[in-house]
């Protein structure tokens, strides 16, 4: 697995990715409340809040096609409450149709709950896509650092970050030794009881790997903290980025 | 079962970041007081573990295909505070890169999964296992595999549960329906977690026995 698997594009050059991490941390989540507060009737504030985002999208160079795809992961809880709309009785009806003895009807707040989870997570995903997309990862823990996150956790997420990619490579490669032994083709008690030995085995091993970690990273002076050469500047640009964002998004949640 | 931006109204998502806080406070504290130094590798390195697991799909049946929560399974080995700061580091790193459950949701996801997944799995394991050896009057290994077997699945419907309950409260779906239909589609698939975990737990047992008595937090 490459090791940009996860921040693939904070590496790129534009001025959104130049932005200081701690103000991008505040200002992208500030975007997902302001989207979550603002009621669902409220058509043309949702696409305001489009362009707001794509614009800044526009801004980073990130590909608009790795954006669209990585969102789509909200598209199975979106359908799952499209399941429940037929059950929500009350209500002018917008359409319905019958099944045998079975009457379906989709009444317009059934469909407006439908808009307003399906919009509001979608901005919400890309938002947060938007923000480690731009940022370092190693850069974005140091700002929750600074915005007062526990430090055990940051250090545990820290290593996971610096071990995600060799544990996901042995598990694939366990993976590729179970399908090349025929594994999808047994019975499923057979598979339930391998598939569970392949964690088991994976388990042990990143066991054994972190004591490995642990001896080499005590030899070499570890004390619990992690240091970093590069220390963040909030500038000018900075400044105008956050003031002009905060504006914007006040002015679309009021009018 | 990891919920997006947008599914639960204000009051709801706010109660359950102060619930989480509450809960992940607790546990840090905990864990910092113990060697610290010593375990935060090991979590490191587990949360990716569990991280790994979760891609690690395994084919159920037509099509379908399930993966593991993995939180009892942690708690088994870690105890269940540092599991349940495992458990939250792999939320946090789903929500924020992965677009996998929202930031807003992200107290609601630790607290279904994290606390009720996590902790209160624990717990029930080792009720059963403590049960099952009161029964037999000795310590054996079926007891802890069929503990750990029945926590598993117990945790899965439980978070679940509290999963629906959340986005009803909040208005987005109907209590009783959702209910029924979350629980009975998790019911099947704890069923499917509470055996991968009794096949992990039995082998670890076979390999490397001395990994179950390590010092919980």
């Not at chain 1, 058509?43 to 999208?57: A, M, P, R």
Request: hydrophobic share 55%.
């Amino acid at each position: 697995m490459h090791h940009y698997f996860l921040d693939k594009y904070a590496a790129l050059n534009s001025i959104i990715h130049h932005l200081d991490p701690r103000l991008k941390i505040i200002v992208f989540i500030s975007y997902v409340f302001f989207v979550i507060l603002t009621p669902p009737t409220e058509f043309i504030k949702f696409f305001l809040y489009f362009l707001l985002l794509f614009s800044v999208i526009g801004l980073s160079k990130l590909p608009l096609k790795f954006i669209l795809k990585r969102s789509a992961v909200v598209i199975p809880f979106v359908l799952f409450v499209a399941l429940f709309i037929p059950f929500l009785k009350e209500g002018e009806i917008a359409g319905s149709y019958s099944y045998g003895n079975l009457n379906f009807a989709v009444t317009y707040p059934g469909l407006l709950i439908l808009f307003n989870v399906l919009v509001k997570s979608w901005l919400s995903v890309i938002s947060m896509l938007t923000l480690t997309s731009t940022t370092k990862f190693a850069d974005l823990l140091k700002a929750f650092e600074y915005l007062k996150f526990p430090k055990v956790m940051l250090l545990v997420i820290s290593f996971m970050y610096r071990y995600i990619f060799v544990i996901v490579d042995e598990a694939m490669r366990l993976k590729t030794a179970g399908d090349a032994r025929n594994f999808g083709n047994l019975k499923l008690k057979h598979r339930i009881e391998i598939f569970g030995n392949i964690i088991a085995v994976l388990f042990i091993r990143s066991y054994e790997r972190a004591e490995r970690v642990y001896a080499a990273m005590l030899s070499r002076g570890f004390d619990g903290n992690f240091r970093t050469i590069k220390e963040f500047k909030f500038s000018n640009i900075d400044l105008v980025f956050g003031a002009i964002m905060g504006l914007i998004l006040m002015n679309i949640f009021v009018i | 079962m990891h919920i997006p931006d947008g599914f639960l109204s204000p009051p709801i998502f706010i109660g359950m970041w102060i619930i989480a806080i509450l809960i992940i406070g607790y546990a840090v504290k905990k864990t910092n007081k113990k060697v610290l130094d010593k375990h935060v590798p090991l979590m490191g390195v587990l949360a990716a573990f569990i991280f790994a697991t979760q891609m690690l799909n395994t084919p159920v049946a037509s099509g379908t295909s399930g993966h593991m929560l993995g939180g009892v399974l942690a708690a088994i080995f870690l105890g269940p505070f540092a599991a349940s700061i495992v458990m939250a580091s792999v939320f946090i790193v789903q929500a924020l890169f992965f677009a996998d459950g929202g930031i807003t949701s992200l107290g609601a996801n630790i607290f279904n999964m994290g606390l009720l997944g996590t902790i209160v799995g624990y717990f029930i394991y080792k009720g059963i296992r403590k049960a099952i050896e009161r029964v037999t009057r000795k310590e054996s290994k079926k007891g802890i595999i069929i503990a750990a077997g029945i926590a598993s699945w117990c945790a899965v419907v439980l978070a679940s549960a509290a999963c629906s309950i959340e986005i009803s409260a909040s208005g987005i779906f109907p209590l009783t329906e959702s209910l029924i239909a979350m629980v009975s589609v998790h019911a099947v698939i704890g069923l499917i977690e509470g055996l991968i975990t009794m096949a992990v737990v039995s082998f670890v047992l076979k390999v490397r026995p001395d990994l179950l008595n390590l010092e919980k937090i």
